[in-house]
């Protein structure tokens, strides 16, 4: 048995303790990766490829996971700021150097290429959770104003880019870590009066695929070999899927092509198709267990940083996951969300595991309260 110590008190325990991570949690996300590999393989016709291609990425996400977990929260709430800044530094060179289509903006270091914008899910909150360390919680009027500016400066930069989908995916990110800090009756009813009366604002600035999106969202059918394609070939895989799948390799949806993006954001209709309504029961579970997990973790933290911080990022990652699902099966427009941990991709991958990493890390050094 190896020993370690913990809240200040000496325990003795396995691998899991001795690199800090939390076994539960872990196990969890290993089987999701596992589903989503097989799913990626079955999909795109036995492309080992791209499974392998996806194995490094998720390898590489484990090790940063790890490495995470091992720092101290005080030093990331010391490092909030320049990360935040250098992040939104990076987001100002995607605007004018950034490669890629014009939802999808990345930056290209020749060795490899990464999304600045997929850095800022983590470094909003985690910004956010720094303002909010050392304030009086629940938050004067003058602090939810400055927290909102953090979070909104970068949600503007990615409008711009323009990507709509991880604006306000990470702009949602960021309205969670403000309410967990508590906020009053009166400013969440003016916040939610002022974005009502800026949305006509927000469409008039949306691109004109931006703006099909959200009308083929409201009729799918109005388009059913245009705008409205992807929708409608997403339910038709769900929903020939039936109780037990059609079975690994059968899914003839995603397989012949009906399903487009069936390895990115159309990843759960390629598995829904195949492993059928029990396969999807079982994949949602593994996720709402990650989240009641590090809401457990948040709840028992013992500062404003680590409640805050690792309450909105497993409020954030069980987020995706509602956004992804309900894109896919029509309750939501299609923003381009990946499925946590399933969807193929290098920086969102690493970014979700340095997520986790930052949980862990918030459970693996909680401190002991001094009467």
């Known amino acids: 048995m190896s020993e370690f110590i913990s809240d200040g008190k000496r325990h003795y325990g396995g691998i899991s303790s001795i690199l800090r991570i939390d076994a539960k949690i872990f196990i969890a996300i290993l089987l999701i990766t596992f589903l989503g590999l097989l799913t990626i393989y079955s999909s795109s016709s036995g492309d080992l490829s791209l499974v392998i291609k996806q194995a490094t990425r998720i390898v590489i996400g484990i090790v940063t996971m790890i490495f995470i977990a091992q720092v101290h929260p005080d030093n990331l709430r010391l490092f909030a700021p320049f990360l935040y800044f250098v992040t939104f530094v990076l987001l100002v060179v995607v605007l004018f150097f950034g490669v890629g289509n014009t939802a999808d903006r990345w930056l290209d270091l020749y060795l490899f ?8 899910k983590v470094f ?3 910004m956010v959770a720094y303002y909010y360390s050392n304030k009086p919680l629940p938050p004067k009027s003058a602090y939810l104003l400055i927290a909102s500016l953090i979070v909104l400066i970068p949600v503007l930069m990615i409008m711009k880019q323009p990507d709509l989908g991880t604006a306000l995916l990470i ?25 009502i009366l800026l949305a006509p604002v927000l469409w ?6 931006q703006k099909q999106r959200v009308l083929t969202f409201f009729d799918p059918e109005s388009d059913p070999m245009g705008a409205g394609y992807h929708l409608l070939q997403s339910k038709i895989a769900l929903g020939s899927g039936g109780f037990f799948g059609k079975g690994l390799f059968n899914g003839t949806q995603s397989k012949l092509g009906f399903v487009p993006e069936h390895s990115t954001d159309f990843i759960f209709s390629a598995f829904g198709e195949e492993f059928g309504f029990l396969g999807v029961l079982l994949l949602l579970s593994l996720y709402l267990f990650i989240a009641l997990r590090g809401l457990s973790i948040s709840v028992k933290a013992t500062d404003n940083f680590g409640r805050i911080l690792s309450g909105t990022l497993s409020l954030t990652l069980f987020l995706y996951v509602i956004v992804n699902v309900g894109m896919v099966i029509g309750f939501l427009p299609v923003v381009g969300a990946p499925l946590p941990f399933m969807s193929y991709g290098g920086t969102s991958m690493v970014t979700l595991f340095a997520t986790v990493g930052i949980i862990m890390s918030i459970k693996s050094h909680q401190r002991i309260l001094r009467k």
């Open 113 to 120: 290429r990464f999304q600045p914008s997929e850095l800022m």
């Open 171 to 195: 702009g949602m990110s960021g309205a969670i870590a403000i309410l967990l800090a508590g906020i009053s009756l009166k400013f969440f009813l003016g916040s939610s009066f002022t974005i």
């Open 124 to 126: 909003v909150p985690l």
């Open 204 to 209: 008039m600035n949306m691109h004109d695929y």
